[in-house]
């Protein structure tokens, strides 16, 4: 919100107007599941055609495109959640 409201002040506006907010979050969120997520299942899956295929799942799921998306707690801990499978397999693997 610092970044946006800096990028905003600079255009000559005073206020951010709430849309501009709401878009800006939605693209956010966007942007941090499609990395994150398709990052966590490169992680998990070894298989390139098993990953290949999952990642396609993954991106075409309506879940994926409407929920997640949205700045939900339950986007933010899916992320979370992939994330921590991803550590654990790292710990299970250095062992």
């Known amino acids: ?17 709430p849309r501009v907010i ?10 941090l599941s499609v990395v994150l997520e398709d990052w966590a299942i490169h992680e998990l899956i070894k298989s ?4 290949t295929l999952a990642v396609v799942l993954v991106a075409s799921s309506y879940v994926t495109w ?3 998306t ?3 707690s339950n986007s933010v801990e899916t ?6 499978l991803v550590m654990i397999q790292r710990i299970r693997d250095d062992k």
């Open 66 to 68: 409407t929920y997640q």
């Open 79 to 84: 992320l979370v959640v992939a994330w921590s």
């Open 48 to 51: 390139p055609r098993h990953r």
């Open 22 to 31: 709401y878009y800006a979050l939605r693209v956010l969120m966007m942007i």
């Open 1 to 17: 919100m610092v970044v946006l409201r800096w990028v905003w002040t600079e255009t000559g506006k005073e206020e951010i107007a």
């Open 70 to 72: 949205h700045t939900f």
